[in-house]
């Protein structure tokens, strides 16, 4: 994905465009001309945006994997029917349902994931070689995970 950028411009609005496009910009640094993919009076609504455009170029390219929705706690804090919720950050990773939490292997520090999955001996008794080993042989699924917030800032 082209790497893109939030900024403002003269008018007071926030745009999304590709960095590598050229533009004019005025003294203060917003963007006086030139063209944007997205405009918004929102920085929010540019973020959500962007957020989506990574999503629909991953789901484009990797049509194999599952989309994998992680839903922030603080969207679904009381008992109504639904939340309004934004995307968040996209990526690609991978995930293994425990018995209590969801973990994320690049994000979840290995050692806590052992001492939530194992026993008391095991803590105890295995070495960080075969703890290291029993994590990895985890059932880990693969997929774009969607962090599903209540805010996107």
Same mark, same amino acid.
Request: proline share 3%; net charge negative.
């Given at each position: 994905m082209e790497q893109l950028i939030i900024g403002e411009t003269d008018r007071g609005t926030y745009y999304v465009r590709p960095m590598s496009w050229a533009g004019i910009w005025d003294k203060d640094g917003k963007l006086s001309g030139c063209n944007t993919l997205y405009e918004s009076e929102s920085e929010d609504d540019c973020?959500?945006?962007?957020n989506r455009r990574k999503l629909l170029e *991953?789901?484009?390219? @990797?049509? =194999? %994997?599952p989309v994998i929705p *992680?839903?922030?706690y603080d969207c679904v804090a009381d008992d109504c029917g639904y939340? %309004?919720?934004?995307?968040g950050n996209v990526e690609i990773g991978e995930i293994y349902e425990g018995e209590e939490k969801v973990y994320i292997r690049d994000k979840d520090d290995w050692n806590e994931i052992f001492e939530d999955i194992s026993t008391a001996w095991e803590v105890a @008794?295995?070495?960080? =070689? =075969?703890? =290291?080993?029993?994590?990895d042989s985890l059932d880990w699924k693969k997929g774009i995970i969607v962090y599903i917030e209540s805010d996107v800032g």
């Open positions: 973020k959500s945006y962007v *991953m789901i484009a390219d @990797n049509p =194999e %994997l *992680m839903v922030s939340w %309004l919720s934004r995307f @008794n295995l070495s960080d =070689e =075969e703890a =290291e080993k029993k994590v």
